[in-house]
């Protein structure tokens, strides 16, 4: 019955892309995020439902009067620069057929991402694409949220087979990244009924990200608070909220992931568990590796031979477990650097929107919205250097949204200033007429 009703689902939207490529936008985050071909049981599991989407959005796209430029900001400059690089590291190394698959799937995504970011001319556009990625991931926490509660906390939640967020620090990271969006969302509704379905959202979410029982989660939602409470016009609303529920919802779960949280931070090195001493090894591999070339061990570096050449301990294979060390291993000291510049270039355009529309009602919006996403990349940056999510498409997906928002408020003060200014002129060149 599933198979049939994605089917029928597909068969109607389908239609609905060939009319407005951005409908294309909304069903492809949607069967990007929430992977719901993996919740069926029959013969759509193996189809690539997002491959037919993306390429009938695409054609439609190109043969519509949508724009076909993208603006050219610094965050989106250091974008294209990452893709060069990445090209670059592709070029230098071996072809395997691991290699070439991850690399097709790296420009499958990253090139659709440039299409959602020539079709965010909108700010109605911008809401209805975070809408539908918050409640296609949302629907994950919404879900992992009761389990955490009907098991008392001692059931591991775990995302949806064959995503980027399968496994459940994968989870509990982008739950992490999605709620401080579904809070501008809320700020911004006007219906009280989508308003209690998406605190419904936020709240088993939180305890979603608690029944993943991931440390860097947990680091994350600690990071992504502050950083919230800092960000909020109602700080002490927020503070009476969080000091209410988070002392019920740690005292709720059971000893087991109490002990694994305390396991966060040792006295010495030789203390962390086997799985944290791993990430270690992997770590220093990865800056070997980086000085020892320029583009270090390519898309597939965590080998063995690597290992065996750069690693302290040669035997102990585990991937990078880090978007720092994942870039640094795969692509070198440069294409680290570009990685960080092109977030901090995201940073900057955040603070910049805030900024020019401080005080302004009527752009509140832009400026509520730079400010969550700014808490999501802080999740992402903290609880990123513990997991290895760095082609991971929901950042690059804040990154665009944050230049789409930049490239709106420049147009609509603009549009301000040549208004003030017209009747100014209007009446010099009145006053010179005889």
């Given at each position: 019955?599933?198979?049939?009703?994605?089917?029928?689902?597909?068969?109607?939207?389908i239609p609905q892309i060939i009319k407005r490529p951005f409908i294309g936008v909304l069903v492809w985050c949607w069967i990007s995020y929430m992977v719901p071909q993996r919740l069926?049981?029959?013969?759509?599991?193996?189809?690539?439902?997002?491959?037919?989407?993306?390429?009938?959005?695409?054609?439609?796209?190109?043969?519509?009067?949508?724009?076909?430029?993208?603006?050219?900001?610094?965050?989106?400059?250091?974008?294209?620069?990452?893709?060069?690089?990445?090209?670059?590291?592709?070029?230098?190394?071996?072809?395997?057929?691991?290699?070439?698959?991850?690399?097709?799937?790296?420009?499958?995504?990253?090139?659709?991402?440039?299409?959602?970011?020539?079709?965010?001319?909108?700010?109605?556009?911008?809401?209805?694409?975070?809408?539908?990625?918050?409640?296609?991931?949302?629907?994950?926490?919404?879900k992992g949220g009761i389990y955490t509660v009907l098991s008392g906390g001692s059931g591991r939640v775990w995302g949806p087979p064959g995503g980027f967020f399968e496994g459940n620090?994968?989870?509990?990271?982008?739950?992490?990244?999605?709620?401080?969006?579904?809070?501008?969302?809320?700020?911004?509704?006007?219906?009280?009924?989508?308003?209690?379905?998406?605190?419904?959202?936020?709240?088993?979410?939180?305890?979603?990200?608690?029944?993943?029982?991931?440390?860097?989660?947990?680091?994350?939602?600690?990071?992504?608070?502050?950083?919230?409470w800092l960000k909020s016009d109602r700080k002490m609303l927020l503070a009476l909220a969080l000091i209410v529920s988070m002392p019920f919802a740690y005292n709720f779960m059971p000893?087991?992931?109490?002990?694994?949280?305390?396991?966060?931070?040792?006295?010495?090195?030789?203390?962390?568990?086997?799985?944290?001493?791993?990430?270690?090894?992997?770590?220093?591999?990865?800056?070997?590796?980086?000085?020892?070339?320029?583009?270090?061990?390519?898309?597939?570096?965590?080998?063995?031979?690597?290992?065996?050449?750069?690693?302290?301990?040669?035997?102990?294979?585990?991937?990078?477990?880090?978007?720092?060390?994942?870039?640094?291993?795969?692509?070198?000291?440069?294409?680290?650097?570009?990685?960080?510049?092109?977030?901090?270039?995201?940073?900057?355009?955040?603070?910049?929107?805030?900024?020019?529309?401080?005080?302004?009602?009527?752009?509140?919006?832009?400026?509520?919205?730079?400010?969550?996403?700014?808490?999501?990349?802080?999740?992402?940056?903290?609880?990123?250097?513990?997991?290895?999510?760095?082609?991971?498409?929901?950042?690059?997906?804040?990154?665009?949204?944050?230049?789409?928002?930049?490239?709106?408020?420049?147009?609509?003060?603009?549009?301000?200033?040549?208004?003030?200014?017209?009747?100014?002129?209007?009446?010099?060149?009145?006053?010179?007429?005889?």
């Amino acid at each position: 019955m599933r198979d049939i009703a994605l089917v029928l689902v597909l068969a109607w939207v389908i239609p609905q892309i060939i009319k407005r490529p951005f409908i294309g936008v909304l069903v492809w985050c949607w069967i990007s995020y929430m992977v719901p071909q993996r919740l069926v049981f029959g013969f759509m599991q193996s189809m690539p439902v997002a491959q037919v989407v993306a390429i009938i959005c695409l054609l439609t796209y190109l043969f519509s009067k949508e724009p076909k430029k993208i603006p050219l900001r610094e965050p989106i400059i250091w974008l294209i620069l990452l893709y060069i690089w990445m090209f670059l590291t592709y070029l230098v190394h071996d072809k395997t057929p691991y290699i070439n698959s991850l690399a097709i799937k790296v420009v499958k995504i990253q090139f659709f991402t440039l299409i959602i970011f020539a079709m965010l001319t909108t700010r109605k556009r911008i809401d209805m694409c975070l809408l539908v990625i918050s409640l296609s991931i949302g629907f994950y926490g919404f879900k992992g949220g009761i389990y955490t509660v009907l098991s008392g906390g001692s059931g591991r939640v775990w995302g949806p087979p064959g995503g980027f967020f399968e496994g459940n620090n994968e989870l509990g990271l982008t739950l992490v990244m999605i709620i401080p969006i579904i809070f501008y969302l809320i700020s911004h509704q006007t219906n009280k009924w989508v308003k209690w379905g998406l605190w419904a959202v936020i709240g088993f979410s939180a305890l979603s990200v608690l029944g993943t029982h991931s440390r860097g989660a947990f680091l994350s939602i600690l990071a992504a608070g502050l950083f919230l409470w800092l960000k909020s016009d109602r700080k002490m609303l927020l503070a009476l909220a969080l000091i209410v529920s988070m002392p019920f919802a740690y005292n709720f779960m059971p000893d087991a992931w109490h002990e694994r949280m305390s396991t966060i931070v040792e006295d010495n090195e030789e203390d962390y568990d086997g799985s944290v001493q791993g990430r270690f090894n992997a770590w220093r591999m990865a800056f070997n590796i980086s000085n020892d070339k320029v583009f270090a061990g390519g898309f597939d570096a965590a080998t063995p031979e690597n290992f065996i050449r750069y690693a302290p301990d040669p035997l102990d294979f585990h991937d990078f477990h880090s978007i720092y060390f994942q870039m640094l291993g795969k692509h070198g000291w440069g294409g680290l650097f570009i990685f960080l510049m092109m977030y901090y270039a995201a940073w900057r355009t955040a603070n910049s929107i805030r900024k020019k529309v401080s005080g302004d009602s009527e752009l509140k919006w832009a400026r509520d919205l730079s400010a969550m996403i700014q808490v999501s990349l802080i999740a992402y940056a903290t609880g990123g250097a513990f997991l290895g999510m760095a082609y991971f498409d929901l950042p690059f997906h804040f990154l665009i949204t944050l230049v789409a928002v930049h490239v709106l408020v420049d147009k609509e003060l603009q549009s301000r200033k040549e208004k003030i200014q017209q009747p100014v002129q209007s009446k010099t060149l009145w006053s010179h007429n005889p």
